[in-house]
């Protein structure tokens, strides 16, 4: 497949799945320090795309998990555990392979995200501390009502979005166009001070927010949803890559301060802003992004700026600085979601496949939306 997208060759050390066979079923998960991702959705996702049966496997056990409660358990009753909420892999799964089962664990988890909403009204700040979270409701939301479409469950999507875009969080400037998460940058973090005009936004975070809004726009058509999408891979496309990082690359938080460009290091909280820092983790998490706003405009510029981001992405070790790219520039360091960081967990971004597969489309040839 990488080849027909951007001319890349590997070893079959590369593509072969660090995972071990016939694994046992899954235990001891913290949601909130092992995993950012639906372990579920990325290894089914990644045995049909690869076929390979280690995938299959893990997948199953995943699905275990889910349906047996453990997911829910932990993440109902655990404070920030709401944070870190998933579900969309029992979708996929589930309707594939007419798993009642794995469907009646994503009702549960929409029906306490229902709950949640409850009380919630216009001018919620709905990025404070972070988008991810609320943005993975919105995302759980849309795959329920996509495998179950009553009123029940679409009212809850959109609801949620109706809160996203009624949020105080997000602004329209020129320097800033379409930002969320203003909330988060609170007098006393480390990363930012919202009130002296740092705008930056967490690479990965910003990438959940835009998938879930893609789901809405997808099975609802709104213009509006259309726009801020838009809206967001232009801010993405101009600040994810400080130029003061030789290596043309991102870091794990981005943005800018008063106009200048600004990517504080979530790895060294007083990293100089004028001296970018690069964290390849977070490269592939702002392609899909990216991917839209190509689909939804037709400007190449965003397609070719995902491509980019992907191959630094893939092409560096993870963490370390400036990282240590492979060469020349056709060979990668990984393939994307076949490596386990040693805990159980993918490597990478715990999953980067589910914020790239977009560039995939067509054999990397995504189709731009009628308008």
Known sequence: MYDNVLGWSWTASDKTPTWGANPGPIGGVNLTDDTEGDDLWSHYQAYKRTGNPIHLQWAQRWRDWFVNGNFYNQWANQGDGVEHTFGWGLALWGVERSDSAALAALEQIAARIEQMYTGIGPGYQMSFYGNRMRARHLLVACYQA?????????????????????????EDTKNSPIIVGGSYFLSDNPYGNYATGQRVQSAFSYGILCEAFWRVYQQTGRTDVRDRLIAMARFINYYCVNPANVNGMSGSWWGHSAGRYHHPNTNNANTNPNVAPSDPTYQTAIVNALVIGYKLTGEAAFLNKAKEQFRKGTQYVDYGGAGAPKQPDNLVHHYIDTLDNSGGYFAYNKGELQYSYLLFENGGAPSVEAR
């Open 146 to 170: 996509q495998v179950n479409p009553i009123a029940r469950w679409t009212n809850l999507r959109d609801l949620i979005v109706l809160r996203w875009l009624q949020s105080p969080d997000w």
